[in-house]
C-alpha cells in the first residue's frame, strides 16, 4: 500500500538530486499524472521548472482553457501545433504508426522549447500501466514505447512511474490539487487520435470531438465510469429524411477499472442509451449509427487503437 505522505518528500528529493541546479520542462496534459509531476517537480526545482503544453489539435472539446485556468498560477507555456500535428498524420493508418508520429512531433516541439529555454532535463507524467504496456508489446504509449530513439534531452524524468493510477490519484489529493484533476478520467496522451479508427482527418476530429462531448454530459455523472469515450470506427450507410446518407459510425465505450490494465464494460440502462443515440445522430448530423461496445479487456484494449 502506497502512504502518500512517505512518498512525496522522497519524490521531490529525488527529482531535485536529479536536476540539481539545471532546468527543466514538463509536459502539462491537465490529467492527474501530468499535474501530480508538475506539483512534485515544482516543489523540487520552483521556479526552474518550465510547465508547458501543446494543443496538439487532438484534444477534447475545451480543453486548452480549461488548462489555462487551473494552472494560472504557474507559468504555463501554451504551444499551439495542431497544424504541424495533422500535417504529420496525415496518411497515417496503422494505430502504432500514429502514436510513433505523435510521440516524435512532442518530443521535437518540447525540445525546440526546451532549447529556448536552456532546460536538459523533460519531465514526464508515465505510470506503471504504461510502462508494462509498452513494454509488453501491447501499444506504444506515447510517453513511453512512442518515443523517438534520438532526444535533445540530458535526461527523461517520470517521478510516478511505478505507481499505478489509483495511487498517483492518492498523492494528488495529498499534494492538494483540485478535485477536477485528482478524480478525472483518463485521456489518453495522444488524445482524439485513438478514437478515430484509421487516417486522423479535421472532418473525423470534429466528429469525435463533438461526440465525446456529448457523451460524457450523458454518462460521467449518471453513471461514474472509470472511463467513457465515443470513436469515430469508420463510415457505414444510412437514411437522413428521405435521403440516403453515407455517414460516420459512432462507437461509445464506457468501462468499469481498478488500473486500465482489465477492464469491463458497464451495464448502461437501455433509456440512456437511446436517449445517447438520439442526441449524437441529431446533433451531429454527419452521424448516422451509434453503437455500444461491450466488450471487456482484455480481449479488446479500452481505447480503440
Ligand atoms: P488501452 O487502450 O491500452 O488503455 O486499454 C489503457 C489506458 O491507457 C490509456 N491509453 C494511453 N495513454 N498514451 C497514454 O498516455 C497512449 O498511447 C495510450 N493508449 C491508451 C487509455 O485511455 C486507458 O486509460
Same mark, same amino acid.
Given at each position: 500500500? !502506497?502512504?502518500?505522505?512517505?512518498?512525496?518528500? $522522497?519524490? +521531490? *528529493?529525488? =527529482?531535485?538530486?536529479?536536476? #540539481?541546479?539545471?532546468?527543466?520542462?514538463?509536459?502539462?496534459?491537465?490529467?492527474?499524472?501530468?499535474?501530480?509531476?508538475?506539483?512534485?517537480?515544482?516543489?523540487?526545482?520552483?521556479?526552474?521548472?518550465?510547465?508547458?503544453?501543446?494543443?496538439?489539435?487532438?484534444?477534447?472539446?475545451?480543453?486548452?482553457?480549461?488548462?489555462?485556468?487551473?494552472?494560472?498560477?504557474?507559468?504555463?507555456?501554451?504551444?499551439?501545433?495542431?497544424?504541424?500535428?495533422?500535417?504529420?498524420?496525415?496518411?497515417?493508418?496503422?494505430?502504432?504508426?500514429?502514436?510513433?508520429?505523435?510521440?516524435?512531433?512532442?518530443?521535437?516541439?518540447?525540445?525546440?522549447?526546451?532549447?529556448?529555454?536552456?532546460?536538459?532535463?523533460?519531465?514526464?507524467?508515465?505510470?506503471?500501466?504504461?510502462?508494462?504496456?509498452?513494454?509488453?508489446?501491447?501499444?506504444?504509449?506515447?510517453?513511453?514505447?512512442? !518515443?523517438?530513439?534520438?532526444?535533445?534531452?540530458? $535526461?527523461? +524524468? *517520470?517521478? =510516478?512511474?511505478?505507481?499505478? #493510477?489509483?495511487?498517483?490519484?492518492?498523492?494528488?489529493?495529498?499534494?492538494?490539487?483540485?478535485?477536477?484533476?485528482?478524480?478525472?478520467?483518463?485521456?489518453?496522451?495522444?488524445?482524439?487520435?485513438?478514437?478515430?479508427?484509421?487516417?486522423?482527418?479535421?472532418?473525423?476530429?470534429?466528429?469525435?470531438?463533438?461526440?465525446?462531448?456529448?457523451?460524457?454530459?450523458?454518462?460521467?455523472?449518471?453513471?461514474?465510469?472509470?472511463?467513457?469515450?465515443?470513436?469515430?470506427?469508420?463510415?457505414?450507410?444510412?437514411?437522413?429524411?428521405?435521403?440516403?446518407?453515407?455517414?460516420?459510425?459512432?462507437?461509445?465505450?464506457?468501462?468499469?477499472?481498478?488500473?486500465?490494465?482489465?477492464?469491463?464494460?458497464?451495464?448502461?440502462?437501455?433509456?440512456?442509451?437511446?436517449?445517447?443515440?438520439?442526441?449524437?445522430?441529431?446533433?451531429?448530423?454527419?452521424?448516422?449509427?451509434?453503437?455500444?461496445?461491450?466488450?471487456?479487456?482484455?480481449?479488446?484494449?479500452? *481505447?480503440?487503437?
Amino acid at each position: 500500500m !502506497l502512504n502518500p505522505n512517505k512518498f512525496i518528500p $522522497k519524490a +521531490v *528529493e529525488e =527529482i531535485s538530486q536529479e536536476i #540539481k541546479s539545471d532546468r527543466a520542462i514538463i509536459a502539462l496534459s491537465g490529467g492527474v499524472d501530468s499535474s501530480v509531476c508538475a506539483e512534485l517537480a515544482y516543489r523540487a526545482i520552483g521556479e526552474r521548472l518550465q510547465p508547458i503544453y501543446i494543443d496538439t489539435g487532438l484534444m477534447r472539446t475545451g480543453e486548452t482553457e480549461r488548462i489555462k485556468h487551473i494552472f494560472s498560477h504557474m507559468n504555463l507555456d501554451i504551444v499551439y501545433a495542431k497544424e504541424r500535428f495533422l500535417a504529420a498524420l496525415k496518411n497515417i493508418t496503422d494505430p502504432e504508426e500514429k502514436r510513433n508520429v505523435i510521440g516524435e512531433t512532442f518530443i521535437r516541439v518540447f525540445e525546440e522549447e526546451a532549447r529556448k529555454l536552456a532546460a536538459d532535463y523533460l519531465i514526464q507524467g508515465t505510470i506503471y500501466p504504461d510502462r508494462i504496456e509498452s513494454e509488453g508489446g501491447i501499444k506504444s504509449h506515447h510517453n513511453v514505447g512512442g !518515443l523517438p530513439s534520438v532526444m535533445d534531452f540530458k $535526461k527523461i +524524468v *517520470e517521478p =510516478i512511474k511505478d505507481l499505478y #493510477k489509483d495511487e498517483v490519484r492518492k498523492v494528488a489529493w495529498a499534494l492538494q490539487l483540485p478535485e477536477e484533476i485528482c478524480e478525472r478520467m483518463p485521456f489518453p496522451g495522444p488524445g482524439l487520435a485513438v478514437r478515430i479508427i484509421g487516417e486522423v482527418t479535421e472532418e473525423k476530429l470534429e466528429v469525435v470531438r463533438e461526440a465525446n462531448l456529448i457523451v460524457e454530459e450523458e454518462l460521467l455523472d449518471r453513471f461514474c465510469p472509470w472511463q467513457t469515450f465515443a470513436a469515430v470506427i469508420g463510415k457505414g450507410t444510412g437514411v437522413k429524411g428521405d435521403i440516403r446518407a453515407y455517414g460516420w459510425i459512432v462507437a461509445v465505450r464506457a468501462v468499469g477499472s481498478r488500473d486500465g490494465m482489465t477492464a469491463e464494460a458497464l451495464e448502461l440502462s437501455w433509456d440512456a442509451l437511446k436517449h445517447l443515440e438520439t442526441r449524437i445522430t441529431s446533433e451531429i448530423p454527419r452521424v448516422v449509427r451509434v453503437v455500444y461496445d461491450i466488450t471487456p479487456k482484455p480481449p479488446a484494449t479500452i *481505447e480503440f487503437e
